[in-house]
């Protein structure tokens, strides 16, 4: 069974960091391309970022583009997101997501989320 | 950034009704569109792919069509279980994005 479970959220103030990590398990890891989306509260998804099978290449929309950065690590089957210069419209729960088979972008498993809370 | 217009917002349905959901690409996405489910608290799930593609494990009263910059999500015979949040995505190029949501409800 496909698991991804997210963890590191928490209380941060504006400007500070945080890195939430996602333990993956049911699969293996290292074959499929990896996200982070985010879902603000009653509000809609964004995507945050893709990075590829061996970490290669990172994926960011603008709006994180610059102080997000996706990274992952194979042999432990845990993706990660560092983020830095954390402002209020970061307030969201994150998703670690997997996406489909190499080609396709959408996102076929979803973990539970973790909250990031942005305020002083 | 291509944008998705998902309507209606929000929507009422006795079971057993057929209910559909639209999106609306800025431009045309090849069929790239995916359909997630979002009960309550919990996080999505995918529903469709590739437009009309039904994702493993998933009922057959849901389904999906469309072309070009116009795609649908029907139910056919709403279920009490069916009650959630629904959202469409273009996966046809970065930045991917989401539609705005549709709220549905058992009348």
């Known amino acids: 069974e496909v698991q991804l479970v997210e963890s590191g959220g928490g209380l941060v103030q504006p400007g500070r960091s945080l890195k939430l990590s996602c333990a993956a398990s049911g699969f293996t890891f290292s074959n499929y391309y990896m996200a982070w989306v985010r879902q603000a509260p009653k509000k809609g998804l964004e995507w945050v970022a893709t990075?590829?099978?061996?970490?290669?290449?990172?994926y960011y929309p603008d709006s994180v583009k610059g102080r997000f950065t996706i990274s992952r690590d194979n042999a432990k089957s845990s993706l990660y997101l560092q983020m830095n210069s954390l402002k209020s419209e970061d307030t969201a729960t994150y998703y670690c997501?997997?996406?489909?088979?190499?080609?396709?972008?959408?996102?076929?498993?979803w973990g539970p989320g973790t909250m990031v809370t942005v305020s002083s | 950034d291509i944008q998705m217009t998902q309507s209606p917002a929000s929507l009422s349905a006795s079971l057993g009704e057929t209910v559909s959901i639209e999106c609306l690409a800025s431009?045309?996405?090849?069929?790239?569109l995916a359909w997630y489910q979002q009960k309550s608290g919990k996080s999505p799930q995918l529903l469709i792919y590739a437009a009309s593609r039904l994702q493993d494990g998933v009922p057959s009263r849901f389904s999906g069509s469309g072309s070009g910059t116009r795609y649908s999500l029907k139910i056919s015979g709403m279920q009490p279980e069916d009650e959630a949040d629904y959202f469409c995505q273009q996966s046809y190029k970065y930045p991917f994005t989401f539609g705005s949501g549709t709220k549905l409800e058992i009348k």
């Open positions: 431009e045309g996405i090849s069929n790239d």
């Open positions: 997501a997997r996406h489909g088979l190499t080609g396709s972008w959408y996102f076929d498993f």
């Open positions: 990075i590829s099978t061996s970490g290669s290449r990172t």
